[in-house]
């Protein structure tokens, strides 16, 4: 008698996880199509940010020249002085210190913010590839 009991913990203990892992997998699947569904529309807020800023809908964040994002991308002092300290750090080119500009200021456009702060920028620096060093 003690092996049907067992049997039928067994059976109940299999039939409940197939119910929590249903149920997780309903809950997860409706969490990830609320997460979709806001990130579709702060890429939709962002890039209207942009066709509003650049008056036109072809001009993006990362199409700018660079005397373009000087005209359309003003930094604050704050802003400034620690992108310029973080291109010292890690030896930026002219090339590379602009890229840095425009990827913070999608992230700032993604943020609904109107100026760059200096996260955004440090959020754009931490996707730079950069070499391991030391390999052997």
């Known amino acids: ?3 049907r009991v067992a049997l039928k913990d067994m059976e109940y203990e299999r039939f409940s996880r ?3 892992e249903k149920k997780y ?3 997860n699947d409706s969490i990830t199509k609320i997460n979709k569904n806001k990130t579709a529309t702060a890429v939709a807020k962002a890039i209207s940010a942009q066709h509003q800023r650049y008056q036109d809908d072809t ?3 990362a199409s700018l020249s660079s005397p373009n994002i000087i005209k359309f991308i003003p930094l604050s002092l ?3 002085t620690f ?3 973080a291109a010292q750090s890690l030896n930026l080119s002219a090339r590379s210190y602009f890229k840095v500009i425009k990827v913070a200021r999608t992230i700032a456009d993604l943020d609904e913010s109107i100026d760059i702060a200096k996260s955004h920028i440090a959020e754009a620096l931490s ?3 950069l070499p391991p060093t030391n390999l052997f």
């Open 18 to 20: 197939n119910v929590l």
């Open 83 to 85: 992108l310029n300290h």
């Open 59 to 61: 001009t993006f964040n």
């Open 78 to 80: 704050a802003v400034k």
């Open 1 to 3: 008698q003690s092996l």
């Open 25 to 27: 997998k309903i809950i």
């Open 127 to 129: 996707f730079r590839y």
